[in-house]
């Protein structure tokens, strides 16, 4: 069993940056594969950044924007979010496991944290 606890989330301006973390409850060098993902009301939560073994991935609205990255030494996953505009408002979950897919599938979930940008 993998628990995460998200911080970093709060009110920003458009334009300004948010860093996010994630601290896993077990060593993250021995997790396969991380994300953020964003939930908005009434959406499914959408995969904006992914990290594994072989490198990073992100979601067509954040690149360049977004930055996903470990600390294996803290144990914290992080998401650093700069340029943010309105429609990057949402729930940011952090997910781990053998999977952390596109599609929504993961084995662990964090509580999520709230970001919001106001314009």
């Known amino acids: 069993q993998v628990r995460l606890m998200e911080h970093g989330g709060g009110l920003v301006q458009s334009g300004g940056s948010l860093r996010l973390s994630c601290d896993t409850s077990v060593s993250i060098e021995t997790i396969t594969a991380m994300g953020w993902y964003r939930q908005v009301p009434g959406e499914k939560r959408l995969l904006i950044a992914h990290?594994?073994?072989?490198?990073?991935n992100y979601g067509d609205s954040v690149i360049g924007r977004f930055t996903i990255s470990r600390d294996n030494t803290k144990n914290t996953l992080f998401l650093q979010m700069n340029s943010l505009k309105p429609e990057d408002t949402g729930v940011y979950y952090c997910?781990?496991?053998?999977?952390?897919?596109?599609?929504?599938?993961?084995?662990?979930w964090g509580q999520g944290t709230q970001v919001t940008v106001s314009s």
């Open positions: 990290i594994d073994s072989e490198g990073e």
């Open positions: 997910a781990a496991g053998e999977r952390v897919t596109w599609f929504g599938e993961a084995d662990y």
